[in-house]
């Protein structure tokens, strides 16, 4: 049976809460007091499925802090980086791309991570422009 084109495609959301980092002060009649601020995530990724075992792949994860849960976060269907943008640039938002095959026990797999991309930044080094690559090749030696 031939395979149609919804089995092809899939798609992933989740949104979730962070262990924030603790914040202390001190005060003269509470003497220390501790505080976590809330931190959330969110991601999506949508999936494509070329050929019989190649796997691309293309998704969202924001992460933002000190304040309650974003609701305009937990819409699936949004771009997170125009939310943020509109959000006045406050959080933490990384693009990424993933290609994966299999062919004989052998899995070849890349990953290109863009964190906080600021397109007028780009070629200045600044800071926030961050590029991760990651590579590899994993083997299955399973016998039936």
Do not use: C
Request: charged share 15%.
């Amino acid at each position: 049976m031939a395979a149609g084109a919804f089995d092809r495609l899939s798609y992933n959301f989740f949104h979730g809460r962070l262990l924030g980092i603790p914040r202390y002060a001190s005060d003269s009649i509470q003497g220390q007091i501790t505080t976590i601020p809330d931190k959330f995530i969110a991601s999506h990724r949508l999936q494509f499925l070329i050929g019989k075992s190649t796997k691309f792949g293309v998704g969202e994860i924001i992460i933002y802090s000190n304040r309650s849960a974003d609701f305009s976060y937990m819409n699936p269907l949004v771009f997170f980086k125009s939310i943020e943008h509109s959000n006045r640039d406050r959080d933490n938002a990384m693009l990424y791309f993933d290609l994966s095959t299999v062919y004989n026990g052998i899995k070849p797999y890349a990953m290109l991570l863009l964190d906080d991309i600021d397109y007028s930044k780009i070629g200045t080094g600044w800071y926030g422009n961050s590029v991760l690559w990651n590579t590899g090749v994993s083997i299955y030696t399973l016998n039936s």
